[in-house]
């Protein structure tokens, strides 16, 4: 499985279609393509990168079987998880225009498609197809377009649909909370909140956070000391809810003025890494992004390689190749940096930025280190 992983690579670093297309037909042959579901849209993904058509790719969706939705919604999530949303929408087109048919499964994947790919006129096509084929009523599907239309910065629409569907849970009331937060709506957030009991929705953690920044936003002190209140009352592993602390770090630095030590510069650095919410609550703490890069200034080459890992882990593409530059810089011999950064160019699917870099490896003779291990013998 690795060997063919790493020939569609080469075949993409040398535009190989040929080969690509040989492997494809001995893979239908033997029928081994349809056994690995992983393996099948890494290859998709190198055709993707190859063909000067990206229509080409239907020829390779009809090899399927267009009766069963099951083998397109496996695709489709792992199109979303590994950093290739268009070629989901691609695959979700073919789906509609095939009759191949549509679940839940397949329009919440899409839906976030779309938002990565910032495509809210496909977004609301899906939506006009919720509407018509009578999937209006799933909470699941509803969810989903909530969550895109907020991350499209269209928090009007996402209200309409959270007003529109008729059994309600606390995720779609967190959709909406976040598209409100993300706009600075921080009264239309809290009246949702207030609003929550009265449609008998609980309240969970990421419900709390964002009543939290909300009273953050508006400066409420009274309210929000309530809250604080409300949570050590209600939530006994607070001190284990690093969400949560972070929004009462947040809501107490913006008020009392808090000024950064340099545990303060990591904390927010590891917060930029995993949780993308770094630059709010710095500015929170009145910390501006000037401050925070000059407080990088003294990181360790350990340091510069835990933020690589959690880059990686988040998909912060921008904030990782900060991380390994600076670390390149400490510390130029350092293989293990330059696998990092590769495996986040490959989340992504930016194969010609893994080929530059592995011109790099092989210019600076890098290698990665053998692992060992060893038994201490004692009489």
Same mark, same amino acid.
């Given at each position: 499985?690795?060997? #063919?992983?790493? /020939?569609? @690579?080469?075949?993409h670093?040398?535009?190989?279609?040929?080969?690509?297309k040989?492997?494809?037909?001995?893979l239908?042959?033997t029928?081994?393509?349809?056994?690995?579901?992983?393996?099948?849209?890494?290859l +998709?993904a190198?055709?993707?990168?190859?063909?000067p058509?990206?229509?080409?790719?239907?020829n390779?969706?009809?090899?399927m079987?267009?009766?069963?939705?099951? @083998?397109?919604?496996?695709?489709?999530?792992? /199109?979303?998880?590994?950093?290739?949303p268009f070629l989901?929408l691609?695959?979700?087109?073919?789906?509609?225009?095939? *009759?191949?048919?549509?679940?839940?499964?397949?329009?919440c994947?899409?839906?976030?498609?779309?938002?990565?790919v910032? *495509?809210?006129?496909?977004?609301?096509q #899906?939506h006009?197809?919720?509407?018509?084929?009578?999937?209006?009523a =799933?909470?699941f599907v509803?969810?989903?377009l909530?969550d895109m239309?907020?991350?499209? =910065?269209?928090?009007?629409?996402?209200?309409?649909?959270?007003? !529109?569907i008729p059994?309600k849970n606390?995720?779609?009331?967190?959709?909406?909370?976040?598209?409100?937060?993300?706009?600075?709506?921080w009264?239309q957030e809290? !009246?949702?909140?207030?609003?929550?009991p009265?449609?008998?929705?609980?309240? *969970? @953690?990421?419900?709390?956070?964002a009543s939290?920044r909300?009273?953050?936003?508006?400066?409420?002190? !009274?309210?929000g000391?309530?809250?604080?209140?409300?949570?050590?009352?209600?939530?006994?592993?607070i001190? =284990?809810?690093?969400f949560?602390?972070?929004?009462?770090?947040?809501?107490?630095?913006?008020?009392?003025? +808090?000024?950064?030590d340099?545990?303060?510069?990591?904390?927010?650095i590891s917060?930029c890494?995993?949780?993308?919410?770094?630059w709010?609550?710095?500015?929170?703490?009145?910390i501006?992004?000037? $401050?925070l890069?000059?407080?990088?200034?003294?990181c360790?080459?350990?340091?510069w390689?835990?933020?690589?890992?959690?880059?990686? $882990?988040?998909?912060? #593409?921008?904030?990782?190749?900060?991380a390994?530059?600076?670390?390149l810089?400490?510390?130029?011999?350092?293989?293990g940096?330059c696998?990092?950064?590769?495996?986040?160019?490959?989340? /992504?699917?930016?194969? *010609?930025?893994i080929g530059?870099?592995?011109?790099? +490896?092989n210019?600076?003779?890098?290698r990665?280190?053998?692992?060992?291990s060893w038994?201490?013998?004692t009489?």
């Amino acid at each position: 499985m690795s060997n #063919i992983i790493q /020939f569609l @690579h080469q075949c993409h670093l040398t535009n190989n279609i040929l080969a690509i297309k040989k492997l494809h037909g001995h893979l239908l042959r033997t029928g081994l393509l349809f056994v690995w579901h992983d393996f099948h849209t890494q290859l +998709i993904a190198t055709y993707a990168a190859c063909l000067p058509k990206k229509n080409d790719l239907n020829n390779f969706f009809k090899c399927m079987n267009s009766t069963n939705p099951l @083998h397109f919604n496996v695709i489709i999530s792992d /199109f979303c998880q590994k950093g290739f949303p268009f070629l989901a929408l691609t695959a979700f087109s073919f789906m509609h225009k095939n *009759d191949v048919p549509l679940d839940t499964y397949a329009l919440c994947s899409t839906l976030t498609a779309s938002s990565k790919v910032k *495509d809210v006129y496909f977004g609301r096509q #899906i939506h006009a197809h919720v509407g018509k084929s009578g999937w209006s009523a =799933s909470v699941f599907v509803g969810s989903a377009l909530i969550d895109m239309y907020s991350k499209l =910065s269209n928090v009007k629409d996402a209200a309409l649909v959270f007003d !529109e569907i008729p059994d309600k849970n606390t995720v779609c009331a967190n959709a909406l909370l976040s598209g409100y937060g993300e706009a600075g709506l921080w009264v239309q957030e809290l !009246e949702l909140v207030r609003k929550m009991p009265v449609l008998k929705l609980k309240y *969970d @953690h990421f419900t709390l956070s964002a009543s939290l920044r909300a009273c953050t936003g508006l400066s409420a002190v !009274e309210m929000g000391r309530q809250l604080h209140c409300y949570l050590l009352r209600t939530t006994p592993d607070i001190e =284990s809810d690093v969400f949560l602390q972070s929004a009462l770090i947040e809501m107490y630095g913006k008020w009392t003025g +808090i000024r950064p030590d340099g545990i303060a510069f990591l904390t927010v650095i590891s917060a930029c890494g995993h949780t993308g919410q770094g630059w709010r609550i710095a500015e929170g703490m009145g910390i501006a992004k000037s $401050d925070l890069y000059k407080g990088m200034g003294n990181c360790t080459i350990s340091m510069w390689g835990a933020l690589l890992s959690a880059c990686v $882990d988040r998909g912060n #593409i921008e904030l990782g190749k900060l991380a390994a530059e600076r670390a390149l810089e400490l510390d130029p011999q350092n293989a293990g940096i330059c696998i990092m950064l590769s495996n986040l160019y490959a989340r /992504f699917g930016m194969w *010609d930025e893994i080929g530059r870099l592995r011109v790099l +490896i092989n210019a600076r003779g890098l290698r990665k280190d053998v692992g060992c291990s060893w038994v201490q013998v004692t009489s």
